[in-house]
Structure formats: structure tokens, C-alpha cells
């Protein structure tokens, strides 16, 4: 079965600073596809990022980049220069045909 | 991307009642999603809405209690029957797109039963 894990149910981080989010992910697959979303308190559910499993390269966008361990099946992201819009519940997200979502991890930014 | 609407954006129920639930795309697309999260939790897949076959769905979740329908590449229905207080969640639709399988997710219904 397909599992997503984030262990860090809330996180905190200074306005301007950096913050790394943790998701680690089980499967059996080689080829697959690995998303963070954000859903803020209005609960519309954003995609952030995106990774392709066969890709080495690590995602960037923006502010937001992404450290990809495929053989840790490890799947972290990394938010620089927070800023107080960043505040959010984060899902680490894994498909293959279906999409399966970790528990999330509550951000929030201090000004 | 897509823009993805649904509705109601949110109401309150009593319990026995159904309640449908309208998601609508601005553009054609193959799969649909519905997913429910409920208070302070992560999303879980209720089924798999494909045009032109029948709703698949996870375990958990039946037919008789959640109906589906996806009457074309644009709109699909989910309705939530004899409703409890344990059915009082969000309720979301999405959809795929690309060669990525990401998802675009519409706002959500949040859903009260009393």
C-alpha cells in the first residue's frame, strides 16, 4: 500500500527565515509523481510543487524548491524567505493513478 | 490548470436528509475526484468519477451512500444520502490533468448535519 508520512504536525518559522517541511513516502513503484499542497484557512487546496520520480533534478518554484531522496523516499520542502501568506496546512502528496495525501504539516509565520 | 466551482459552498443538513453536491470545470476533462476531509484532517478519497463508466470507489465508501454521477467532461454530482453527524466534513472535487496526474481541486462544500 501506498503511505505518505509527515511527522511534524505543526511548524513555526520567522517571517523572512527558512522553513523545511518533511514528508517521506512508501512504494513499490519506480515511476510516480510527488506534490506539496497548500491549503490555507480559506480551504482551497493550491499546488506548490511538483516532482517527477525519474527526474533527478530537484523542483523549484519561486521561493519553494524541493529535496528529493529517491532511494530514502524522502520528499522534503524547503520554503525560503517565509512570508505571513505562507501561513497554511501543507500536504505532501504521492500518486501513481490515485492521489494519497499525508497528514499534513499546520505552518505558521511570525512576523 | 483549471478552474473548478462548486455547489452549495457550504450547508447545514438534518440528519436522514441527502444532500447534492455540484462540481463544474471550465474545461473538459477525463477524471474526476471526490474527496472528504473532515475537521482537521487530511483528504481521503472517496471515488473516481470517469465519464461514460461507473464511479469507483475506495473502501469505505459506498455507492448507496454516495452516490456519483458524470454526465460529461465538465460536471459530475455527489450526493451524500441519509446523512449522520459523523458525514459533517468538507467535501472536494478535483480533477487531473497533464501527463502528471496533478490535481486542481475545487474550494469545497463544508457540510453540517445536526
Known amino acids: 500500500a501506498q503511505t505518505v508520512t509527515q511527522s511534524q504536525p505543526e511548524m513555526s518559522v520567522q517571517e523572512a527565515e527558512t522553513v523545511t517541511l518533511s514528508c517521506t513516502y512508501d512504494t513499490s513503484e519506480s515511476d510516480y509523481y510527488l506534490f506539496w499542497y497548500k491549503q490555507p484557512p480559506s480551504r482551497q487546496m493550491i499546488l506548490v510543487i511538483r516532482q517527477e520520480a525519474y527526474k533527478q533534478q530537484n523542483a523549484t518554484e519561486n521561493r519553494f524548491s524541493v529535496n528529493f531522496q529517491k532511494a530514502a523516499k524522502s520528499f522534503s520542502l524547503k520554503i525560503s524567505d517565509s512570508q505571513l501568506g505562507d501561513a497554511a496546512m501543507y500536504f505532501c502528496?504521492?500518486?501513481?493513478?490515485?492521489?494519497?495525501f499525508g497528514a499534513g504539516t499546520r505552518l505558521t509565520v511570525k512576523p | 490548470s483549471a478552474v473548478i466551482s462548486q455547489k452549495p459552498s457550504r450547508d447545514i443538513c438534518q440528519r436522514g436528509t441527502s444532500l447534492t453536491i455540484q462540481c463544474q470545470v471550465d474545461s473538459q476533462v477525463t477524471m474526476m475526484f471526490w474527496y472528504r476531509q473532515q475537521p482537521g484532517q487530511s483528504l481521503t478519497l472517496i471515488a473516481t468519477a470517469n465519464q461514460g463508466s461507473e464511479a469507483t470507489y475506495e473502501s469505505g465508501f459506498v455507492i448507496d451512500k454516495f452516490p456519483i454521477s458524470r454526465p460529461n467532461l465538465t460536471f459530475s454530482t455527489l450526493t451524500v444520502s441519509n446523512m449522520s453527524p459523523e458525514d459533517s466534513s468538507i467535501y472536494l472535487c478535483?480533477?487531473?490533468?497533464?501527463?502528471?496526474?496533478?490535481?486542481?481541486f475545487g474550494p469545497g462544500t463544508r457540510l453540517t448535519v445536526t
Open positions: 478535483s480533477v487531473a490533468l497533464g501527463d502528471t496526474s496533478e490535481q486542481y
Open positions: 502528496a504521492y500518486t501513481v493513478n490515485d492521489m494519497r
